[in-house]
């Protein structure tokens, strides 16, 4: 049969449907959320760290942080370390080659106790770059750590952490970008992935039997630093940690350390933004429980059981600055809480 062009007209329309009805079909499927595992020790526990806002390629107390970080997850010999996002200042990564990649991480994070797993978020100052460089695993052949995803769940065992890809939530960085620019590639319309993404994580999490359930994201929930709390997040996220017993909620973006209460269900918020710039000189309290904040730089780390979660922030020289633990009684996590803000 001759090949005509009307043929080949029609192959191509026909093969141009078929994309357009898998690029729907993904869509509307809501795939679920990316799953890793991680073992737990052998003895049953965790240890990992948690640092934010850092790629600063040493400056700002960045490369003190770091020599920190190495000292602390030797002596916890850590598993992994979690960061909150803002990996790349000012403006995430160009590309996959982008020197900054080294310059901010690789070459930073040097410590044998940090040549673990690395699982990131991504934060506002990263979607101000090439956000699809940033994802692209290919970062993994320069620097084998970095495990940076959208949305994803990370199965330790006994605990279940949930990423979950926070910029998108705030509305002002669709409405009034200024003169930033986000890459929004695979992402917009911000409603449609909102709504997946929620029903995703609230698919994952009525699913999880872990004994501890942890959520970390870039944006503040509750905070009072800089930014303050995230509105988009109480509104449309925090419903969802309520209902499936969330036990932490951990972030970054404000450049600082803090615990704090909330006063309506056991959730405990806490940030971890302290990787370089901090001292903002900002406070801003709300109505849940402030149990602690330091404005400057540094970091946390997180020790679990079946029965106790022990948190510790330290400053850039190791100094232990606040320790806090919670403990699980074994009862059955409350499903309804007192709500006294409404
Ligand atoms: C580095 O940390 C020290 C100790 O907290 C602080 O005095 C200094 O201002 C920090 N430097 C910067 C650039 O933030």
Avoid at 214 to 224: A, P
Avoid at 299 to 314: C, D, G, I, P, R
């Amino acid at each position: 049969m001759a090949w005509n062009g009307s043929a080949a007209t029609a192959m191509a329309a026909a093969l141009a449907l078929l994309a357009v009805v898998a690029a729907l079909r993904c869509d509307t499927a809501a795939a679920a959320l990316p799953r890793l595992g991680h073992p737990a020790k052998s003895d049953g526990s965790l240890s990992l760290l948690v640092v934010g806002d850092w790629g600063r390629k040493g400056t700002y107390n960045q490369s003190r942080v770091a020599d920190q970080m190495g000292k602390v997850g030797e002596k916890l010999n850590i598993d992994f370390v979690i960061s909150t996002g803002d990996n790349f200042y000012d403006n995430g990564l160009k590309g996959v080659h982008d020197q900054a990649f080294e310059e901010s991480f690789t070459d930073i994070y040097t410590a044998q106790s940090l040549q673990k797993p690395w699982y990131l978020v991504l934060g506002n100052h990263d979607y101000r770059g090439n956000v699809l460089a940033q994802l692209n695993p290919v970062l993994r052949k320069i620097d084998n750590r970095f495990i940076c995803m959208r949305s994803f769940i990370v199965n330790a065992e006994f605990v279940d952490f949930f990423f979950v890809d926070t910029s998108p939530f705030q509305r002002k960085y669709w409405t009034h970008p200024g003169k930033h620019q986000y890459d929004w590639r695979g992402v917009a319309p911000r409603g449609k992935y909102i709504a997946n993404l929620l029903e995703n994580l609230d698919e994952a999490m009525k699913k999880s039997t872990a004994k501890w359930k942890i959520v970390v994201g870039h944006h503040t929930m509750r905070s009072v630093s800089d930014h303050g709390d995230t509105k988009e997040l109480l509104k449309l996220l925090l419903p969802v940690l309520k209902e499936h017993g969330a036990d932490f909620y951990i972030n970054g973006h404000d450049h600082c350390l803090e615990h704090i209460s909330s006063r309506d269900s056991p959730i405990q918020y806490f940030t971890s933004g302290g990787g370089s710039k901090a001292w903002r000189g900002v406070f801003q309290p709300n109505k849940d429980k402030l149990r602690f904040f330091y404005d400057g730089q540094g970091f946390m780390s997180l020790q679990l059981n079946q029965e106790k979660a022990q948190f510790v922030f330290y400053d850039v020289s190791g100094n232990i600055l606040y320790q806090w633990t919670s403990s699980k009684t074994g009862h059955p996590q409350p499903s309804t809480y007192l709500d006294d803000e409404e």
